[in-house]
């Protein structure tokens, strides 16, 4: 006959059994799970440092069980391979200039358009809003989930030739561009050569002279040491650099519901603190160029206006690639946010 001290002890084996059954799924959910982000920029530079405080406030709010390892200065591959390494699933994270997305995604080459944004703020404004979620649907298709939208400021021009005060200045200058249509269409237009390339190549391309100048944002030009072989600067901000913190679907698509929640507001804190690094770091950027030897220029607005009107063939042209009916809303949310903002 059983005892009353077997039964007891028969029925905490079964609860601890039962327990244990049930502890096994949560284990499983909550294992620790460590992404691999990359950047194709310097350490220093403000997608690095976007990914650095993503990583840091996701392991904050996950309590250390979704880590980050970050690599920069693209390690992992320039931006169209690491895009690809996202699809795969082979990588998890990436910051990467959403020029480089509009292979895939055409709709997506219209916020590099020329002049499409008046200002920094009317991009945030415009991209956090219904623009943003309708070619962040178009991304996670593709195989990529938005995370955020940033941008690294205004593009300029560096050469070694001559300042740039009119768009005929760029008559014959052969000129490093992102390996994107447009921007290859926009500066031929200006009369430049345009030779397209990944980021990760143009310092030695510029030190041998394999092209006399580049254009990108002063964060790029700063934090891979432009000024150390481009004597001129001129402030043609020609376009936004827009660009695009993203996660691979099929990563997302592993996280449960919770760890997706950290996952988006990690990233809405990073790009909030982007967003305030870059106000403060241009104005550095600028004097610490100036400091090292460039020759700065300012392009007047008349200038720049003559830039734009001398564009328009290329513009109308692009509208059509991105479908007009998609470029018309875009533009009526530009300038609604325009108009906002007054």
Do not use: C
Not at 24 to 49: I, V
Not at 60 to 89: E, F, I, P, R, Y
Not at 168 to 189: C, H, P, S, T, W
Not at 275 to 296: I, P, S, T
């Amino acid at each position: 006959m059983t005892n009353s001290f077997e039964l007891i002890a028969a029925t905490r084996r079964g609860l601890l059994l039962s327990a244990f059954a049930l502890a096994l799924p949560l284990a499983a959910h909550a294992q620790t799970r460590d992404l691999k982000a990359g950047t194709s920029m310097a350490p220093d530079h403000p997608a690095a440092l976007m990914l650095n405080k993503f990583s840091e406030v996701l392991a904050q709010k996950s309590g250390g069980k979704l880590k980050t390892t970050v690599h920069n200065s693209g390690v992992l591959g320039a931006d169209m391979q690491q895009q690809q390494q996202l699809q795969a699933g082979t990588q998890d994270v990436m910051t990467t200039g959403t020029a480089t997305m509009a292979g895939q995604i055409k709709e997506m080459a219209i916020l590099d358009f020329p002049y499409v944004f008046q200002s920094g703020e009317e991009f945030d404004r415009t991209m956090d809003g219904a623009m943003g979620k309708l070619l962040a649907d178009k991304a996670y298709d593709k195989g990529w989930v938005v995370l955020a939208y940033t941008h690294n400021g205004f593009r300029n021009t560096t050469n070694s030739k001559r300042p740039i005060t009119k768009w005929e200045d760029f008559d014959g200058l052969k000129l490093r561009v992102i390996q994107n249509a447009m921007y290859i269409d926009m500066f031929k237009q200006l009369g430049a050569n345009p030779t397209p390339m990944p980021v990760t190549e143009v310092y030695t391309a510029l030190e041998t002279k394999a092209v006399d100048g580049q254009e990108n944002p002063l964060a790029q030009i700063v934090t891979m040491r432009m000024q150390e072989v481009q004597k001129y600067l001129s402030l043609t901000q020609h376009s936004i650099n827009s660009e695009a913190l993203l996660m691979g679907r099929k990563t997302w698509d592993k996280l449960s519901k919770d760890e997706q929640a950290m996952v988006m507001a990690a990233a809405a804190e990073a790009k909030g603190f982007k967003r305030q690094q870059l106000a403060l770091l241009e104005k550095q950027w600028l004097e610490a160029v100036k400091k090292a030897g460039m020759q700065v220029n300012e392009v007047t607005l008349a200038e720049r206006e003559r830039m734009a009107t001398r564009l328009k063939p290329v513009i109308d042209r692009q509208n059509e690639r991105v479908g007009e009916e998609f470029a018309r809303q875009f533009y009526a949310e530009t300038q609604k946010q325009r108009i906002a903002a007054k």
